[in-house]
């Protein structure tokens, strides 16, 4: 009994809080603290914090300590795998739909339309590493990584994972 309960106190908060962000936070203590009574608020609170020096989502991880500690293993996985169930099902039944409609003209259109602000959002992303690579290390060693893995990836053609780990030598070592 207690993997359905557990099963159903994570699905529902992961459908009216998708993606387990922060909003998902009030649902899941409504479930854990005031309908099955597993934990008190002050203990939810702490989980809470707990959370949020870890990364990821805070709601995979709420569900991963409360299964365990509801249902052991098990019931880790089973509150995990609810909490991204309502999200899994969202998306395959999505893409299902896409790829039925993929020579529609409309569907052709949005991915032209995706692609640029995909462009953009990279973009964006890349001058605020660079920008906390410069203010963390320095303008020389943002320089090497940048210029060295320009040149490993578009001129040697190195696989990116040897890329990543040369970078992560060279900050270990060097920096």
Do not use: C
Not at 16 to 31: F, K
């Amino acid at each position: 009994m207690i993997y359905w309960q557990l099963f159903l106190a994570f699905f529902i908060p992961g459908i009216l809080g998708y993606g387990g962000g922060p909003a998902s936070i009030p649902l899941v203590e409504h479930e854990v603290v005031e309908n099955y009574e597993w934990m008190t608020t002050q203990e939810f609170s702490e989980v809470v914090a707990l959370g949020n020096s870890l990364p990821g989502p805070i709601a995979t991880k709420m569900a991963g300590y409360i299964g365990y500690a509801e249902g052991g293993i098990l019931g880790a996985v089973i509150a995990l795998f609810a909490t991204v169930a309502p999200s899994l099902i969202l998306m395959i039944s999505m893409m299902a739909i896409l790829l039925k409609y993929k020579e529609a003209t409309e569907v052709k259109n949005l991915t032209k339309l995706i692609r640029p602000v995909i462009a953009v959002l990279l973009g964006v992303m890349t001058l605020q590493f660079a920008q906390e690579s410069l203010d963390g290390v320095g303008l020389l060693s943002t320089l090497i990584l940048i210029v060295g893995s320009y040149l490993l990836l578009e001129k040697v053609k190195l696989h990116p994972a040897f890329v990543i780990i040369l970078a992560l030598v060279y900050g270990a070592v060097l920096v």
